[in-house]
């Protein structure tokens, strides 16, 4: 087993770090190869994603991801900003289907921002679809308008596309993730977020979307409006289970997922392609804020690398482990800044990190 890590910039050098001591951790046998991405490769090598690094990304079997992006870089011309990195990735890699379970731990059922009652149990999937849709989508750019409500003024825009085999593999994805979920004692059901009452490229979706649905009996369809997606995640997220919505209104939801389980530290994500490669990463971001003080949740990126096990390298039992674990150190009472509470015991990356470790170790020596 191969993995490429890149740690990226921000926070991603030190979360990284504490998800590849647990990986070590589990003695498993595979080889680990490291290489910069985002703003660290621009400052190195001239371009946030070097040929280099992507070669890595493909030749490897999975690819564990840090974070990418800083302010300082913000003036620089769209094809040098840290961004990119991660978005050629997604591109040249082929990772349409992106994975973000919201799960609410039972010990962080008080640091939602959500009465408890509301969020306690949660546990829903939102299925972004990743290469398509407006941020891919040509052309885009500046130009003089020549209609509009201002001609001749200088505008921007964007073009906001799917094609039907696009829709059809990421409905395929979900209707098969709730199907397994209802095998697990789950409610089998997919809500389809998409804005069909305006957009064309939405109420294509949708029908699609409902094509795909008849070759699944056993799994309920339900649509809704992205507008009142984002209104019934906040009033009853329980009432999910599967999302499966595009590329923008995905990004979206998913950071408002985030904060019903807690913190945005603790959402890994998975973005595979189709053969189940894929590249693993916490859902946040390189929070340069906070970078380098280690102050930052390693929790998600240690999450990532457990779905990593999971999904691309066939180590499940590896993967509850290190499930088994983080459960462990919450139930210890061990908090980052992110997620502490009175009463508990905050503490650092490092230590969060020493901590998972510790109990991945103890349950190791308890095994042999
Ligand atoms: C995410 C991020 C990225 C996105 C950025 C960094 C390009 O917000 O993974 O959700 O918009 O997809
Ligand atoms: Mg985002």
Not at 58 to 86: H, T
Not at 205 to 230: F, G, I
Not at 247 to 264: H, K, P, Q, R
Request: proline share 5%; hydrophobic share 40%; aromatic share 6%.
């Amino acid at each position: 087993m191969k993995i490429a890590v890149l740690p990226g910039d921000g926070i991603g050098p030190e979360i990284i770090v504490q998800a590849v001591r647990v990986l070590r951790a589990l003695e498993l046998k595979c080889e680990i190869e490291e290489a910069p991405v985002g703003g660290a490769a621009y400052e190195a090598h001239g371009h946030p994603l070097p040929e280099a690094t992507l070669n890595l990304a493909k030749a490897a079997d999975a690819v564990l991801f840090g974070a990418v992006g800083d302010w300082k870089y913000d003036q620089l011309e769209r094809q040098f900003r840290p961004e990119q990195a991660i978005l050629g990735l997604r591109k040249h890699l082929g990772l349409f289907a992106n994975f973000r379970p919201a799960i609410c731990y039972e010990q962080l059922t008080h640091a939602s921002s959500l009465k408890p009652e509301l969020v306690a149990g949660l546990d829903i999937l939102i299925i972004r679809e990743l290469t398509g849709d407006i941020y891919f989508g040509q052309p885009r750019g500046r130009r003089q308008a020549v209609d509009g409500h201002f001609p001749g003024t200088e505008e921007a825009f964007d073009t906001m596309r799917y094609s039907r085999p696009e829709i059809e593999r990421i409905a395929r994805v979900a209707f098969e993730a709730a199907r397994v979920r209802k095998q697990a004692g789950g409610r089998g059901k997919v809500t389809s977020v998409d804005k069909a009452n305006v957009l064309e490229t939405f109420q294509f979706w949708k029908d699609v979307v409902t094509d795909v649905h008849k070759a699944y009996s056993d799994v309920q369809l339900e649509h809704l409006y992205v507008d009142n997606a984002a209104m019934q995640l906040v009033r009853a997220p329980k009432s999910f289970d599967v999302i499966v919505t595009g590329n923008m209104f995905g990004d979206i939801l998913s950071d408002e997922a985030a904060m019903l389980t807690g913190s945005i530290g603790m959402l890994p994500s998975a973005s595979l392609d189709s053969r189940q490669k894929g590249l693993y990463e916490p859902s946040h971001g390189s929070a340069p804020d906070i970078a380098g003080k280690n102050v930052a949740n390693p929790l998600a990126t240690i999450l990532s690398m457990a779905m990593m096990l999971r999904f691309t390298l066939d180590q499940p039992e590896s993967a509850d482990r290190v499930e088994a674990a983080v459960r462990h150190v919450l139930q210890q009472g061990l908090r980052t800044a992110d997620i502490w509470s009175a009463g508990t015991h905050k503490v650092g990356t490092r230590e969060m990190g020493d901590a998972v470790v510790a109990a991945i170790t103890k349950t190791i020596t308890k095994k042999s």
